[in-house]
């Protein structure tokens, strides 16, 4: 027989020593399990459902970038948040992506159980492929509450990944000019 995720979770309050008829917990497993769909939602979605159509013709070849999107993910390795912002930016050739579909598009690779190197990276290919842009970068900046509230608890360390492909990769100039414009070159 298999165990339902609600049924999952009453039997890892009984694991962890915890009576699951308690009356604070009663609902609990239900709550759990619900709130993990939500949290990995981005498993029931694919980037043409996302993306939609929404692409438009553009004589633009500058570059253009969505700052500061905010993300929310799970560690594939503790099941605890990660939290933090993401950078993206492309240079067009010949078409735009609706603004919204880019944070969208953030989302649906956030809400999967990730490390922040493989978030990044799926990020900016899916990107490259929807747009076929000159170049594609993107740069996340989180927070780990695997680093924060267990193992070293380290409260105040942020990683930062960066993904930079075609124009961004091959051409020191153009990164320059995206870090700068996000605040983030030194």
């Not at 899916?126 to 193992?151: D, F, L, N, P, Y």
């Amino acid at each position: 027989m298999t165990l339902s995720l609600p049924q999952h979770y009453r039997e890892i309050l009984k694991d962890l020593g915890e009576d699951p008829e308690r009356e604070g917990l009663l609902d609990t497993p239900k709550r759990a399990a619900k709130a993990m769909q939500y949290l990995c939602h981005g498993y029931g979605q694919s980037l043409e459902d996302i993306v939609n159509g929404a692409l438009f013709a553009s004589d633009s070849d500058e570059m253009v970038i969505v700052a500061d999107i905010e993300l929310y993910s799970l560690c594939e390795h503790h099941l605890l948040p990660f939290i933090g912002k993401a950078h993206v930016a492309y240079i067009p050739t010949g078409k735009v992506l609706g603004l919204s579909k880019i944070a969208r598009i953030v989302d649906m690779f956030a809400r999967r159980l990730q490390i922040q190197e493989n978030l990044t990276r799926e990020i900016a290919d899916a990107v490259q492929s929807v747009t076929q842009a000159a170049g594609v970068a993107v740069v996340i900046e989180a927070k780990h509450m695997c680093m924060m509230m267990r193992g070293v608890e380290k409260q105040n360390s942020t990683m930062h990944t960066s993904v930079m492909l075609g124009a961004f990769r091959d051409s020191s100039t153009t990164r320059q000019e995206f870090l700068q414009l996000i605040g983030r070159s030194k």
